[in-house]
């Protein structure tokens, strides 16, 4: 299973993005999926993290209120929708999905899927 995120850019602060990581393969099952991000200089991060259900969600304090994550289960998709950017949301998201079940889901370690990352840019 490959997954592919797309959809980051150069925004400017109070501007939104959607992200996009969509799976592919013959069979895909994942323990819920997440999204970090890593800016420059830092360690990776936890962003937010759906379950399986598709209905429990999770989100670090940092986004809490202006990031939402939602998934398209009949096109294998995890969406990560940015509100009210800002400068410090500058960094390469990263989607991730794993093949176990755990209850830690905001460590990177948690995770052993990823995808290839894309770009967000804020400027002020």
């Known amino acids: 299973v490959q997954l592919q995120a797309s959809g980051g850019g150069l925004v400017q602060a109070g501007d939104s993005l959607r992200l996009s990581c969509a799976a592919s393969?013959?069979?895909?099952?994942?323990?819920?999926m997440s999204w970090f991000r890593e800016a420059p200089g830092k360690e990776r991060e936890f962003v937010a993290y759906i379950r399986m259900d598709g209905f429990n969600t999770y989100y670090a304090d940092s986004v809490k209120g202006r990031f939402t994550i939602s998934r398209d289960k009949a096109k294998n998709t995890v969406y990560l929708l940015m509100n009210s950017l800002k400068p410090e949301d500058t960094a390469v998201y990263y989607c991730a999905g794993r093949s176990y079940w755990s209850e830690n889901y905001s460590s990177s370690r948690a995770w052993d899927n990823w995808g290839q990352g894309t770009q967000v840019t804020v400027s002020s």
């Open positions: 393969g013959r069979t895909f099952r994942s323990y819920g």
